[in-house]
C-alpha cells in the first residue's frame, strides 16, 4: 500500500489515496501505522475517498483505531494533497466529512499547495448536539439547556469552568491562570475523554490568554492522547475565547500550539475561518515483510 506522510503545524497522519489504493480494515490499520516504535509513526490515518458530493472525502481514524467526524489540520492537508496529486485543478475544492462537507482555498506556490484556509462551518453549542450531559458536568441551578459555558465541570477532586463547543468533533476549553505547560496532562487529559458529562467522549484544550488576540493551548484528543495540534480544538477554542469575552468576533485570533500557530476568525453568523500550513513529510509503502 503507497501512502504519504503528512502534518499540519505538527499534527501528523499517515494519508491515503483511495483512488488508487483500496483499504478494507482503516480501524485495524491505523493502530498499526501510527505506533512510533514499530509503525510508520502518526497520530492516526486518514483516507481520501472518492465523492459524489464533493471534489473527495476524507476519514479518518484516530491512533485507537476509532473514527473521527472531523480533522482540521488534516483537512488542509487533504487539499493540498489533492491538488499536488491532479485528484483536483483548481485551488478550491471542496471535501466530504463526516461531519458534512468542508471548502477550502488552498495557498499556491511554485505549483504546490503550502497551505489553506478551510470554512469548518458554525460553531455548535447546543449541549445535546454536542454531545454533551450536562447534568452530569455538577448538579447546578445555573444549567441552561442552550450552551455550556464558563460553567462548572467536576473532574477528579477538582471543579473547573469549562465551555463545550463542537467543531464537528467535541471539545471542552477550559482557561487556566497556570502555566499550561506545568500540567499533568497523561493524566488529567484522560479524566477528561472519559468524563460521563461527554457520552462519546471529547477532546479537552487547557489555554492561556496572552493578550486580547493570541491564545496558548495544549490538546488531549480522544483516541490519540496529546497531540502537537489540533484544528477544530483551534476553531473550539477561538469560540470559547469570545464567548468568555477574552476575545473579539471578526478578529483573526492567533492560537499557538506546540506544533505551530494557527489563525481563526469567528464570524458573526457563527461560522469558522481557519487558516495553517500543509507539509508533505515523505511518502513510501507499507506492507508486511
Same mark, same amino acid.
Given at each position: 500500500?503507497?501512502?504519504?506522510?503528512?502534518?499540519?503545524?505538527?499534527?501528523?497522519?499517515v494519508y491515503v489515496n483511495c483512488f488508487e489504493e483500496q483499504v478494507d480494515n482503516p480501524e485495524q490499520l491505523s493502530i498499526l501505522v501510527s505506533d512510533r516504535r514499530k509503525g510508520i509513526g502518526s497520530d492516526g490515518l486518514i483516507l481520501i475517498l472518492p465523492s459524489d458530493k464533493a471534489d473527495c472525502r476524507m476519514r479518518i481514524f484516530n491512533a485507537d483505531g476509532?473514527?473521527?467526524?472531523?480533522?482540521?489540520?488534516?483537512?488542509?492537508?487533504?487539499?493540498?494533497?489533492?491538488?499536488?496529486?491532479?485528484?483536483?485543478?483548481?485551488?478550491?475544492?471542496s471535501v466530504e466529512t463526516n461531519s458534512g462537507i468542508k471548502y477550502i482555498q488552498l495557498q499556491i506556490q511554485d505549483h504546490k499547495a503550502i497551505g489553506a484556509t478551510?470554512?469548518?462551518?458554525?460553531?455548535?453549542?447546543? +449541549? @445535546?448536539?454536542?454531545?454533551?450531559?450536562?447534568? &452530569?458536568?455538577?448538579?447546578?441551578?445555573? %444549567?441552561?439547556?442552550?450552551?455550556?459555558? $464558563?460553567?462548572?465541570?467536576?473532574?477528579?477532586?477538582q471543579t473547573y469552568l469549562a465551555t463545550a463547543v463542537s467543531m464537528?468533533?467535541?471539545?471542552?476549553?477550559?482557561f487556566l491562570e497556570e502555566e499550561i505547560q506545568n500540567l499533568d496532562l497523561e493524566t488529567i487529559g484522560s479524566?477528561?475523554?472519559?468524563?460521563?458529562?461527554? +457520552? @462519546?467522549?471529547?477532546?479537552?484544550?487547557?489555554? &492561556?490568554?496572552?493578550?486580547?488576540?493570541? %491564545?496558548?493551548?495544549?490538546?488531549?484528543? $480522544?483516541?490519540?492522547?496529546e497531540t502537537?495540534?489540533?484544528?477544530?480544538?483551534?476553531?473550539?477554542?477561538?469560540?470559547?475565547?469570545v464567548l468568555n469575552g477574552y476575545c473579539k468576533q471578526e478578529q483573526a485570533i492567533t492560537v499557538k500550539l506546540p506544533g505551530g500557530d494557527l489563525q481563526i476568525v469567528y464570524h458573526a453568523d457563527q461560522t469558522v475561518t481557519m487558516t495553517g500550513s500543509a507539509t508533505e513529510v515523505?511518502?513510501?509503502?507499507?506492507?508486511?515483510?
Amino acid at each position: 500500500m503507497k501512502f504519504t506522510k503528512m502534518h499540519g503545524i505538527g499534527n501528523d497522519y499517515v494519508y491515503v489515496n483511495c483512488f488508487e489504493e483500496q483499504v478494507d480494515n482503516p480501524e485495524q490499520l491505523s493502530i498499526l501505522v501510527s505506533d512510533r516504535r514499530k509503525g510508520i509513526g502518526s497520530d492516526g490515518l486518514i483516507l481520501i475517498l472518492p465523492s459524489d458530493k464533493a471534489d473527495c472525502r476524507m476519514r479518518i481514524f484516530n491512533a485507537d483505531g476509532s473514527e473521527a467526524m472531523m480533522c482540521g489540520n488534516g483537512i488542509r492537508c487533504v487539499g493540498k494533497y489533492a491538488y499536488d496529486h491532479g485528484i483536483v485543478t483548481k485551488p478550491e475544492l471542496s471535501v466530504e466529512t463526516n461531519s458534512g462537507i468542508k471548502y477550502i482555498q488552498l495557498q499556491i506556490q511554485d505549483h504546490k499547495a503550502i497551505g489553506a484556509t478551510v470554512d469548518m462551518g458554525k460553531a455548535i453549542l447546543k +449541549p @445535546e448536539l454536542i454531545p454533551m450531559i450536562p447534568e &452530569n458536568a455538577k448538579n447546578s441551578e445555573n %444549567l441552561n439547556s442552550e450552551s455550556f459555558i $464558563r460553567q462548572e465541570l467536576s473532574v477528579g477532586d477538582q471543579t473547573y469552568l469549562a465551555t463545550a463547543v463542537s467543531m464537528g468533533n467535541p471539545h471542552c476549553i477550559v482557561f487556566l491562570e497556570e502555566e499550561i505547560q506545568n500540567l499533568d496532562l497523561e493524566t488529567i487529559g484522560s479524566m477528561f475523554e472519559f468524563h460521563k458529562a461527554f +457520552p @462519546e467522549r471529547v477532546n479537552t484544550e487547557f489555554v &492561556n490568554v496572552l493578550d486580547n488576540h493570541t %491564545l496558548k493551548m495544549r490538546v488531549w484528543e $480522544r483516541g490519540s492522547g496529546e497531540t502537537m495540534a489540533c484544528g477544530t480544538g483551534a476553531c473550539a477554542v477561538a469560540v470559547a475565547s469570545v464567548l468568555n469575552g477574552y476575545c473579539k468576533q471578526e478578529q483573526a485570533i492567533t492560537v499557538k500550539l506546540p506544533g505551530g500557530d494557527l489563525q481563526i476568525v469567528y464570524h458573526a453568523d457563527q461560522t469558522v475561518t481557519m487558516t495553517g500550513s500543509a507539509t508533505e513529510v515523505f511518502t513510501g509503502i507499507w506492507g508486511e515483510s
